[in-house]
């Protein structure tokens, strides 16, 4: 496992809520007003996880002048797994396996909602790409609300070999591809499912969208071309849970 900075009151509290074991030091801001830290502090000594005054000045040199609210954590972080983790996720969700492909999201926010929405959703695994991508950081787990740490999250190295892998696996491939005629409505969402979600920019590059068992849309009457990635991503996975009921 590696160490990394939480930065802000919602993350410390994420991490508090599903992970305290793992927390390695706690710092706050000594003579802060703030009645949130105190809060934060006690239920901190309430988890064994011990809290450290530091001065304003401490944090802002940690933190690098990231907005941090007056609480930094030391957090002992597990390593996003491989492709080769994925049969036995597949194996094990069955019919309902659920796996959520985002082909090359750079922005951090959008991945932090992105991976609330699956949490919520119940999702098997969602899979990013290695490069040319954003990863695990600070600002996506402040984004996710401590979602970062309890959905299963693979990095693959090479993402049309892993969409492949998961064809064998008997799982359906369903890319949003909002100039396609089919209405993502349309679709039977009922079985083993991987929705394929591209890029803020780019959407899709061409070789994951010819792994794709089926394109379609996502329907839209107002004169905006595409909604955000994290939007999209929300509307098309409880799509699923509404079918499945």
Known sequence: MSHELLVGINSVEAALSHDPKNIVELFIETGSANARLKE?????????????????????????????QG?????????????????????????EALVLVLD?????HNL????????AAGVTAVVVTKDKAVGITPIVRRA???AADRVPFVVATNLARTLRALKDMGVWLVGLAGEDERSYYSLDLKGPIALVIGSEGEGM???TRE???????IPMRGSVESLNVSVATGIALFEVLRQRG
Do not use: F
């Open 205 to 207: 590059r061409r070789l």
């Open 144 to 146: 996710s609300a401590g």
């Open 71 to 95: 609480v930094v954590a030391q957090y002992r972080s597990a390593p996003p797994r491989s492709e080769a983790d994925l049969a036995a996720l597949i194996e094990a969700a069955g019919r």
């Open 112 to 119: 932090g909602a992105c991976l609330r929405s699956a949490e």
């Open 104 to 108: 090359g999201v750079t922005d951090p």
């Open 40 to 68: 934060l502090s006690e239920r901190a000594r309430d988890l064994g996880v011990k809290p450290h005054g530091r001065p304003r000045e401490l944090l802002d040199r940690m933190t690098g002048g990231a907005r941090h």
């Open 211 to 217: 792994q794709c068992d089926y394109l379609a849309r």
